[in-house]
């Protein structure tokens, strides 16, 4: 709401005389100001909302760049880690189940050949 209110306020308090952008429109011009203050206000509030809880960014950036905590560059490590251990704990049950589902569909074929024959 505060936000709202500083919008406003910055919209009036824009300047009066007819801009060189804003379609030349002083009133598209307020408009665009006000817009602009209350969506700097309201990531404002939300940045101190956020860092009163103690839930800070994790990650600031755009697109591919951008900065990360040392924390959450520890968790991701941790979880590659824990990734590659799972992946390669799968990959070895399954090299040991290949064998055994081998034998199996082996036996399952020559009781079908007993049946049929």
């Known amino acids: 709401m505060?936000?709202?209110?500083l919008g406003v306020v910055a919209a009036t308090a824009a300047g009066?005389?007819?801009?060189?952008?804003a379609l030349r429109s002083n009133l598209v011009f307020r408009i665009e100001?006000?817009?602009?203050?209350?969506v700097?206000?309201?990531?404002a509030a939300?940045?101190?909302?956020?860092a009163w809880h103690r839930t800070l960014f994790q990650r600031m950036g755009v697109g591919g760049a951008g900065l990360e905590s040392p924390?959450?560059?520890e968790a991701i490590k941790e979880r590659d880690v824990k990734i590659e251990e799972f992946m390669a704990r799968?990959?070895?049950t399954l090299d040991d189940l290949v064998p055994r589902l081998e034998h199996l569909?082996?036996?399952?074929?020559?009781?079908d050949n007993r049946g049929t024959s």
């Open 40 to 43: 700097a206000a309201y990531c």
């Open 105 to 111: 569909e082996g036996t399952d074929s020559e009781n």
């Open 90 to 92: 799968t990959t070895e």
């Open 33 to 38: 100001v006000g817009a602009i203050a209350a």
């Open 16 to 21: 009066g005389g007819a801009p060189a952008a």
């Open 71 to 73: 924390e959450q560059r």
């Open 2 to 5: 505060a936000g709202i209110v």
């Open 46 to 50: 939300a940045a101190l909302w956020l």
